[in-house]
Each structure stands twice: as C-alpha cells, then as structure tokens.
C-alpha cells in the first residue's frame, strides 16, 4: 500500500514498514480487548491510547505519498509516545519500557543505511525514553493500581516481543546480506571465468595476472544474422539465440574450454595450455550442429587460432566458411 512509483529496494523498505503498522494494529487491539477485561474504568486510559494506536498504525502507510520516510516516523513517533505514557500509568515493574529497544532495532530495517542519521537519532531517543520511564516511573509511582497478574504478564509479554522481533530483524539482514552476496557472486561468474572470479572473492585486493604459454582462441558467429533478426523480432531472436549458446556452453565444459563473452550472435571461447586441436574440435562440431529454424539454411561461421609464447611467428588458423558445402581450411596467419 502507498509504495507504487518507488524503487524497489525502497519499495522493499516500505513493505517492512506496513508489516510493522499491521503488526501494530494488530496488537493494540488485542491489549484493547486484555485491558477490557480486567476492567474498562480502570484501565480507559491505556484502552483509548491503544485505540489511537490502532488508527495511527493503520493510517500510516498512507503517509508513503510524502516520501519514503513519513510512514516510519509518524509510526516512531506514535510508539515513542504511547509507550512513555504506558510505563507512566502502569510503572516500570510492567516491563512495557523494553519496547523501546525494538522500535530502535526496526528503525534499521524500515530506514535503511541511506538514513543513517535518522536511525541514529530514533535510537539514541529510544535508549534516553527507555532510562527516563526506569526512573522517572518506579512502581510506586503508577497512576493505575494494576493487577499484579497483569503486570507479570505485561512484562513477559514485552521481553518476548523484543527478543522475537530482534531475532527475525537480524535474521532479515542475514538473508538479505546472503542474497546480496549471492547476486554479486553470480555477475561476477557470469562476466569472469570460475577460477578467477573465485581468487577475486577470496583476495579481493590482487591482481591477476597470469603468464599462458600457449593458448587456442574461438571467435563463432551466424551469418545473415542482422537481417533475418530483423524480419523475426526481439523474442524469437533472443530465443534462438539461447538455444544456440546453450548448446555452445555444453560443448566448451564437454573439451574444458572457457567461454569469455557472448556479443549479440557473437561467442568467443578460450582454450589455455591445451592442445591445439581441443578449440578446433569444438569449431568443427559447431560448424556441424545445424541451427534452428528459421536459421536452418546457415552454418555458424568459426574462426579458430593458436597463439603461442615461445616466439613463433606463424601460428595455424582455421576457418569453418558459413556455406555448407564448404570445406574447413588451414591458412598461416601472424599473431
């Protein structure tokens, strides 16, 4: 409710803050219905000011049409307020001051880090209303003479409310983290070979920069590929498309050979201290493979090269024509 037209990972911020509303609501009427029950004239002052919670909880999320940040202060704001003047009636023997230390822990989850001075201020607020209703309240001084039941209940109440909630924020920030990691770890796999990306993750700070003596390179693309894309469209050409790396990457982890980068109909692989012929069979398959249709009529065109260390200053090169009827050819070519 009111997150429509943020950024999602606001919009993800946003989403927590009407849970919390909800979950406010939620138990303000039911500590409406608990005070109720042990007596509606003694216990109208906290049944009005649980009531007003309600509305303001379930009011809050409208206050998303400000900016990303209203709805959680209006909510900090209300809780701050309504859980001072509950530990004034009631005393601190109620237990109802350790609140406080969960509204400091959500304003982590519903802020963000992009608000940092904002959480830390809702925090230090929080930690002084939390010492100021200790002592400022003791239980002789209670403005309602409480039912001790009541009391106990209050108090096992707030601590298992605040340790619950702390729980499952921490636990929130773990999986987020998690899933964070988890995404990085998947462009960089995605962008890098596996063993490089890994040394990268392990030692951030290195630089990589490894000696191959001999190396084979595979440049594969599809010939007339511009304009039979343009005559099937965005969708049917990006389908064909992944068919066809699909089964080009089955073929590179078959002859262990590593794939660098896809460019549009574009593949280039890379084969590193092995034996020449590892790349050029997997050219020859690939030249071999028919395409999909419509591409049937096509043969993928490879170019394949050996460079090597050691100085020398011709190396092979083979080219697979697109023509079918075509033969692959070996060529000298300068490195």
């Known amino acids: ?62 206050a998303h049409r400000i900016n990303d940040v209203a709805a959680a202060l209006v909510i900090c704001a209300a809780e701050y307020t309504a859980l001072f003047f509950f530990v ?8 109802i001051q350790l609140n406080y230390i969960v509204v400091a ?4 989850a519903i802020c963000g880090m992009a608000h940092l001075r904002l959480v830390i201020g809702a925090v230090a607020v929080g930690l002084g209303l939390h010492i100021a209703a200790w002592f400022l309240y003791p239980p002789d001084s209670a403005r309602i003479a409480a039912d001790p039941f009541l009391l106990h209940n209050l108090y096992v109440s707030s601590a298992a409310t605040t340790f619950c909630i702390i729980a499952l924020i921490v636990g929130y920030a773990f999986t987020m983290a998690d899933r964070a990691r988890a995404e990085a770890d998947s462009l960089l796999a995605s962008i890098l070979p596996e063993p490089i990306a890994e040394r990268l993750k392990t030692r951030p700070g290195e630089r990589v920069a490894d000696a191959i003596p001999n190396a084979s390179v595979m440049f594969t693309d599809l010939v007339g590929f511009t ?19 699909t089964k080009f990457d089955r073929l590179a982890a078959i002859h262990g050979v590593e794939k660098i980068k896809t460019i549009g109909d574009g593949y280039m692989a890379v084969a590193a201290s092995v034996h020449p012929s590892t790349t050029m069979r997997i050219a020859w398959r690939v030249w071999r493979s028919p395409c999909p249709e419509p591409w049937r009529s096509f043969r993928p ?34 490195p």
């Open 301 to 334: 065109r490879t170019i394949w090269t050996c460079a090597s260390a050691s100085g020398s200053p011709v190396v092979p090169s083979w080219r697979a024509s697109s023509v079918p009827t075509n033969s692959p050819t070996m060529s000298g070519a300068r």
């Open 88 to 95: 004034r009636e009631l005393g601190h023997n109620s237990g």
């Open 227 to 245: 304009e039979l894309a343009q005559e099937l469209g965005a969708a049917r050409t990006v389908e064909i498309l992944d068919r066809l790396v």
């Open 1 to 62: 409710m009111g997150t429509a037209g943020y950024p999602r990972n606001v919009r993800r911020r946003l989403t927590i803050v009407n849970v919390m509303a909800l979950m406010i609501a939620i138990f303000s009427a039911v500590y409406v219905g608990v005070f109720a029950a042990f007596g509606i004239e003694n216990y109208w002052p906290l049944i009005v000011a649980n009531l007003g919670l309600v509305v303001v909880a379930l009011l809050a999320p409208l």
């Open 105 to 108: 822990a959500v304003a982590f």
